[in-house]
């Protein structure tokens, strides 16, 4: 038996959708992209959405289209993998790091706080945060504080399509439906709550933006009538941005719109799996803390916090159970450490790092499999099955 800590899923109705768009007209540029943004912002319940062939390239276009460049700073979470920052450092911007909250991992907007007062108003420019392993940011409070400091935000929702937070008037805020983001990204990854094999998604309600960002996935090329500065006749296109060929194909926007019919219930499995989870490790001594909130959470990985990580990692695997670790601090990178990031203390991230593990979280995992990673868990630190 091997289990791993993620794994996709391809239905018949799938391999159906991508068999019919292979043997279309199109292969690129055709209905379908456009047919799975109209979907996707359906289901997010932004205004506006375009598809992108992943989401780094997604996180590259949302730092072009909002000016980063030579001078730009920008804070961001150093626990989320490693092209939440680098989109800033594509651009020629500097990245800043906040620690995390203890309580759920994500960016703590405390700390972000004390980093913006630290230094003169208008120092900063722009923040990331990142729906950490599917937990909502609560973006309401973000953008209060952006807008205190006149600053841009770009959610990175790669990890909760279907997450929500209730906001201040105990409405429902789905991540990255643009109600509080300048701009929010998705991944398409297999592992990802829709696969697209790669792929991703940029959400906003700024309908400017979206513009820029059409013209950007595309060359910075348009052949639309009205936004050319001439005309030589119907075959003309204008280069007006220095643009990428980040598009999506037809038949990775096939499988996205398969995929997203069943996205609701991919959600309730894997609540249902965390629920599983919680109750398994309700008020055990070896685990310090795990993923524990269900409303809002989309589960993208359930994490545990547990001492002696390494050696439950090596244990599990050699019973087949292939955990992961999300992630090492991004800062810790050799890259970045030739920024000295190292004379700044993480101590939140630096903890997590050395206790978190990512258990098997995806809606396929059954409940035999489940049990059988519980149990191993819990022998590692009992010495016997429960």
């Not at 405390?110 to 729906?131: A, C, Q, T, W």
Request: aromatic share 14%.
């Amino acid at each position: 038996m091997e289990i791993n800590y993620g794994q996709h899923f391809l239905s018949e109705d799938d391999i159906t959708a991508v068999s019919e768009a292979l043997r279309s007209p199109f292969l690129t540029q055709g209905p379908l992209v456009f047919e799975f943004e109209k979907k996707f912002s359906e289901y997010i319940g932004s205004r506006y959405a375009v598809a992108i062939n992943n989401g780094t390239s997604a996180l590259h276009l949302c730092a072009l289209a909002l000016g980063i460049e030579k001078g730009i700073r920008v804070i961001t979470s150093p626990i989320t993998f490693v092209a939440s920052a680098n989109c800033v450092k594509y651009c020629g911007g500097e990245v800043w790091f906040a620690d995390i909250n203890p309580d759920n991992n994500i960016l703590d907007i405390n700390k972000v706080r004390e980093l913006l007062e630290s230094k003169p108003k208008g120092y900063f420019h722009g923040i990331i945060p990142v729906d950490f392993a599917g937990h909502a940011v609560d973006m309401e409070a973000f953008r209060s504080l952006a807008d205190e400091f006149g600053l841009w935000l770009i959610e990175d929702a790669c990890h909760a399509p279907g997450g929500f937070f209730i906001d201040s008037n105990s409405e429902k805020q789905n991540c990255g439906n643009g109600k509080y983001a300048d701009l929010s990204i998705f991944s398409f990854h297999p592992v990802k709550h829709i696969a697209c094999g790669e792929g991703g998604m940029i959400t906003t309600n700024n309908e400017k933006l979206y513009n820029k960002l059409l013209l950007l996935r595309t060359h910075g090329i348009t052949k639309d009538p009205s936004l050319l500065v001439e005309n030589d006749g119907g075959w003309y296109y204008e280069m007006q941005e220095l643009g990428y060929n980040y598009r999506l194909t037809e038949f990775q926007a096939a499988l996205g719109i398969s995929q997203l019919k069943r996205a609701r219930e991919g959600i309730e499995r894997r609540r249902y799996i965390a629920e599983l989870y919680n109750q398994a490790f309700q008020n055990k001594d070896f685990i310090l803390s795990h993923s524990g909130k269900i409303e809002g959470h989309a589960y993208h990985l359930y994490i545990i916090r547990v001492p002696q990580r390494k050696e439950l990692y090596n244990y599990l695997k050699t019973k087949g159970i292939f955990c992961q670790i999300h992630y090492i601090p991004v800062y810790r990178m050799p890259y970045y450490k030739k920024y000295r990031y190292d004379e700044v203390k993480f101590e939140q991230a630096e903890l997590y790092y050395d206790q978190c593990l990512s258990l098997p979280m995806y809606p396929t995992l059954t409940y035999e499999e489940q049990v059988f990673v519980i149990n191993n868990v819990k022998l590692f630190y009992s010495g016997k099955l429960y």
